[in-house]
């Protein structure tokens, strides 16, 4: 699986971005897709993912509310909506994938990754 995340930008605190993720490869209706980012100096974040029933989406306690994970199985895509950014959001995001049965929140579990794009919120 390849994939390919854009839609990365600067905006102003309050604003909307939405990221994309462009897979290609295997059948991507066998994997879960998750995101996750990394701001500087710090670790790796789980931001949302898919669960194992496509109807479940997990998200992290501090984009509950602002961000929607929404797939496009016909395209083999899946978005990243961005609302009421945070300077804090601020951070280089990322797009992977998973099977199915791995733990969503576990940037471990993700055997592909996309090359990430970077999202600057301004204050």
């Known amino acids: 699986v390849q994939l390919q995340a854009f839609g990365g930008g600067l905006v102003q605190a309050g604003g909307s971005l939405r990221l994309s993720c462009a897979a290609s490869?295997?059948?991507?209706?066998?994997?879960?897709m998750g995101w996750f980012r990394q701001a500087p100096g710090k670790e790796r974040e789980f931001v949302g993912a898919?669960?194992?029933?496509?109807?479940?989406?997990y998200y992290a306690d501090s984009v509950k509310g602002r961000f929607t994970i929404a797939g496009d199985n016909a395209n083999n895509t899946v978005y990243l909506q961005m609302n009421g950014l945070k300077p804090e959001d601020t951070a280089v995001y990322y797009c992977?994938?998973?099977?199915?049965?791995?733990?969503?929140?576990?940037?471990?579990?993700?055997?592909?990754w996309g090359q990430g794009t970077q999202v600057t919120v301004s204050s």
């Open positions: 992977a994938a998973r099977s199915a049965y791995k733990n969503p929140r576990i940037g471990d579990q993700y055997a592909y």
């Open positions: 490869g295997r059948t991507f209706s066998s994997y879960r």
């Open positions: 898919m669960g194992w029933s496509g109807d479940i989406i």
